[in-house]
T-cell receptor, first 113, second 113 residues
Framework: RKEVEQDPGPFNVPEGATVAFNCTYSNSASQSFFWYRQDCRKEPKLLMSVYSSGNEDGRFTAQLNRASQYISLLIRDSKLSDSATYLCVVNPHSGAGSYQLTFGKGTKLSVIP | ETGVTQSPTHLIKTRGQQVTLRCSSQSGHNTVSWYQQALGQGPQFIFQYYREEENGRGNFPPRFSGLQFPNYSSELNVNALELDDSALYLC????????????FGSGTRLTVV
């Protein structure tokens, strides 16, 4: 089982649609969770952290279910500018103290006019 | 506030050669991590440096080595380049190991021919 698995893409949605991305992780000891956004041939940029209580930032809502080791990202009212690859990221926070990030392969989103 | 800067932006090397990539961390960040992103994949953790010492390493062979300097800038060195080393190399800086998220540089695209 891969450490971080994401929905296979690509997702092609019309403007204004609601789209949801799902992600599972294998290390139950993981402590920190993030969604990053990566535009074509650019670096990943932090979209939002994910907390157990769920968190919202404008049109974006992230949820974490530790029992199921499952993370989600919901984008409402999709904009053309949301087109990008969305990376699910887990920080295993290992006992050695290394804060390495483990990335999923990413899910590509294309918002269509 | 200065972000993470990497140099060079693009590089072409021949198999068997050695390469050094450079990274300046964001102002105030004391931790630097290096990631390799092959085409169509998520970034893979190479290693992290904290206070000039290696603070964790991913599944990469010893020919991948690094340094961190007192000003927190860092270098990634790769010896005996192989064709599969062709990738986008990303540097990310953070505070105190990275539990609160990372800031990525725009990367160095290395092509090995």
């Amino acid at each position: 089982r891969k450490e971080v698995e994401q929905d296979p893409g690509p997702f092609n949605v019309p403007e204004g649609a609601t789209v949801a991305f799902n992600c599972t992780y294998s290390n139950s000891a993981s402590q920190s969770f993030f969604w990053y956004r990566q535009d074509c041939r650019k670096e990943p940029k932090l979209l939002m952290s994910v907390y157990s209580s769920g968190n919202e930032d404008g049109r974006f809502t992230a949820q974490l279910n530790r029992a199921s080791q499952y993370i989600s990202l919901l984008i409402r009212d999709s904009k053309l500018s949301d087109s990008a690859t969305y990376l699910c990221v887990v920080n295993p926070h290992s006992g050695a103290g290394s804060y390495q990030l483990t990335f999923g392969k990413g899910t590509k989103l294309s918002v269509i006019p | 506030e200065t972000g993470v800067t990497q140099s060079p932006t693009h590089l072409i090397k021949t198999r068997g050669q050695q390469v050094t990539l450079r990274c300046s961390s964001q102002s105030g960040h004391n931790t630097v991590s290096w990631y390799q992103q092959a085409l169509g994949q998520g970034p893979q953790f190479i290693f992290q440096y904290y206070r000039e010492e290696e603070n964790g390493r991913g599944n990469f062979p010893p020919r991948f080595s690094g340094l961190q300097f007192p000003n927190y800038s860092s270098e990634l060195n790769v010896n005996a380049l192989e064709l599969d080393d062709s990738a986008l190399y990303l540097c990310a800086s953070s505070l105190a190991g990275g539990g609160y998220g990372y800031t990525f540089g725009s990367g160095t695209r290395l092509t090995v021919v």
